[in-house]
């Protein structure tokens, strides 16, 4: 999947940047976060997101099998994917591609777009890839390292709480121009080789779905659905978007979750959101990172599976969305 920058080096980042420790019990921002924020006190009785429903778009996933490019599983998953969205309101366009891998397998590819107010000028990405990895390489047991992953953090975490986005937005629109876009072809990369990776993200970039189109902020949603998780600030978010990190982690403060998403400096990870940053357009990922053990310990491995879902990280993360939606509605 992505790239992490070691430990010693993001250390020094942590360093360079003046980044300070969070106070998860206050949710109050360190010095490395610009702007106010949002205390954690303030109340969340307007946000709605259903956890139950996004696990169960995790769960319909994975069901599928694993979405491994120019499988069956993942032309499935595709076709369904499009049809939530449409049901839920959106215009869909969908983007299909034949890309190159590093080992020189042709992917046989898509992009899902879909939007809401497309007539707004300021826009809002949504973002989170839907492809598996094609083998479980990071697996304790080299028995398994060759079988694809079941992704369910990993891929679809990201889609279900988007999907469960897409189904309240279709219930209460905000009037603010939303798009979401799941990406193909994210986790078919190899190590040492940045260009590897992300290259759903990477053609949708260079190959505008509409002509001119150019949201004014990326929020990207990845390994959203641990046990356990823990959302501090990457690296790369802070050193592209310091406004939008600051109104985002303000959100969650505000509906509770300032626990999770700690305001402290996470690693440098290589994920969608670099190529909009590569173009000058805010980006923000929200990924799970644990500063001494880097992913999840299921990241890449034959048990990134349903058992290790939780709903309440779920909700946590689509509330934060919702709560930074609700927060800049269109007047």
Not at 233 to 238: A, L, M
Not at 299 to 311: A, E, G, K
Request: some cysteine; aromatic content about 8%; glycine content about 10%.
């Amino acid at each position: 999947m992505q790239k992490i920058i070691p430990a010693i080096l993001s250390i020094l980042l942590l360093v360079s940047c003046g980044a300070g420790k969070a106070d998860s019990s206050s949710g109050n921002p360190s010095d490395m976060s610009a702007g106010t924020g949002v205390s954690s006190s303030s109340a969340n009785a307007d946000v709605r997101f259903d956890a139950d429903s996004a696990y169960a778009y995790v769960a319909r996933q994975v069901a599928f099998g694993p979405r491994v490019p120019n499988t069956e599983a993942h032309r499935l998953a595709g076709d369904w994917m499009t049809a939530e969205l449409k049901r839920h309101g959106a215009e869909v366009i969908e983007q299909k591609m034949d890309l190159k891998a590093f080992d020189g397998t042709i992917l046989h590819s898509r992009n899902i777009f879909g939007q809401y107010n497309p007539d707004a000028e300021d826009r809002t990405l949504l973002l989170a890839h839907y492809d598996c990895r094609p083998w479980a390489d990071e697996d304790p047991d080299p028995e398994k390292r060759r079988q694809p992953v079941d992704g369910a953090n990993d891929g679809a975490s990201g889609v279900g709480v988007l999907l469960e986005i897409a189904r309240q937005l279709s219930l209460d629109n905000p009037g603010s121009g939303i798009d979401i876009l799941f990406v193909d072809a994210e986790d078919w990369g190899t190590e040492g080789d940045d260009e590897s990776w992300a290259m759903g993200a990477r053609y949708f970039v260079e190959n505008p779905i509409k002509p001119g189109y150019s949201p004014a902020r990326v929020i990207v949603a990845d390994m959203v659905g641990g046990k356990g998780a823990k959302f501090p600030v990457e690296y790369f978010s802070q050193q592209s978007a310091p406004d939008l990190v600051s109104e985002i982690w303000g959100a969650a403060a505000s509906a509770g979750h300032g626990n999770l998403f700690q305001r402290q400096l996470g690693g440098a990870v290589t994920d969608d959101h670099v190529e909009f940053i590569k173009i000058g357009i805010p980006a923000v990922d929200i990924i799970e990172y644990h500063p001494r053990s880097g992913f999840n310990p299921h990241w890449h491995t034959t048990s990134d599976n349903l058992d290790n879902i939780d709903r309440n990280t779920l909700g946590a993360v689509g509330e934060t969305i919702m709560t930074y939606i609700n927060q800049n509605k269109q007047k």
